[in-house]
């Protein structure tokens, strides 16, 4: 809860080949992140690698470089009232841009990670955006079925 990720002076925020990123989970339960700025970098967010009951709340997430939340193979996700603002390409990397992404993680040896499910997308306010504002994308359909009870509501999604 309420904290501020400032990557201005830390090196490991200006090398792409590190992939920075404010927050990352993987296999986590129960996090909260509330009132918080997130800014610089290359993702703002990752939830990825199976997480579960994960909320992202009243945030200010700005200035990265690729995605600003970034949702690998999650269950029971609520990302509701954040601002998500002039996310581009800062670093000229290439990178494929979005505010809000959604994609089933890729293959393991012969294991495929779920798709993602029981997610809600509501209240954010989306502005000054070069590539996507809200992007699901389900893979790996023959082996691991759809994404399920995917909500999206009440966002404003602003000029670029």
């Not at 090398?15 to 997130?38: C, D, H, W």
């Not at 996700?77 to 809000?100: C, R, S």
């Amino acid at each position: 809860h309420e904290c501020v990720i400032n990557p201005e002076n830390l090196d490991v925020w200006t090398v792409y080949s590190k992939m920075p990123q404010g927050l990352l989970t993987r296999r986590a339960s129960n996090i909260i992140m509330s009132s918080s700025e997130i800014y610089g970098g290359r993702y703002g967010i990752v939830l990825g690698g199976i997480g579960r009951y994960i909320q992202i709340i009243d945030c200010n997430i700005h200035h990265q470089f690729g995605d600003a939340i970034r949702v690998v193979s999650v269950e029971n996700v609520l990302i509701k009232g954040n601002h998500i603002h002039h996310v581009a390409d800062y670093q000229n990397t290439g990178e494929h841009i979005d505010g809000i992404q959604f994609f089933p993680s890729g293959p393991s040896g012969q294991y495929y990670y779920p798709q993602s499910h029981n997610v809600q997308i509501m209240d954010n306010l989306i502005t000054d955006m070069v590539g996507q504002m809200i992007f699901i994308q389900a893979n790996y359909i023959d082996k691991i079925g759809y994404m399920e009870n995917i909500t999206v509501a009440n966002n404003i999604l602003g000029p670029k």
